[in-house]
């Protein structure tokens, strides 16, 4: 099975940044690409950002240009810096492989106030 760790959320005004961590272990050699997922209470899971093992990003429109998602395979370790931050970016947020594995980590959240 594969083990996700989230950290690096934390409660930020609005304009500022936040930088989240992922560790993953386990069974992670089928992983292709990487995602930052995020669950508002208005709205289902979201998809935010992802990256390939080629490193090829993809950004949901809400995020783009304020969020950028890199990743460290030697360390199988994937952040996501955040700036600009909105309070409409206010959720847990996880990392899962894209598409998804059932299981999902604690997520980290983030608060932004205004």
């Known amino acids: 099975q594969v083990q996700l760790v989230e950290s690096g959320g934390g409660l930020v005004q609005a304009g500022g940044s936040l930088r989240l961590s992922c560790a993953a272990s386990g069974n992670i050699f089928s992983i292709n690409a990487m995602g930052w997922y995020r669950q508002a209470p208005g709205k289902q899971r979201e998809l935010v950002a992802s990256i390939t093992r080629g490193g090829s990003t993809n950004y949901a429109d809400s995020v783009k240009g304020r969020f950028t998602i890199s990743r460290i395979f030697t360390k199988n370790s994937v952040y996501l810096q955040m700036n600009s931050l909105k309070p409409e970016d206010t959720a847990v947020y996880y990392c899962?492989?894209?598409?998804?594995?059932?299981?999902w980590g604690q997520g980290t959240l983030v608060t932004v106030s205004s």
């Open positions: 899962n492989a894209v598409p998804y594995f059932e299981r």
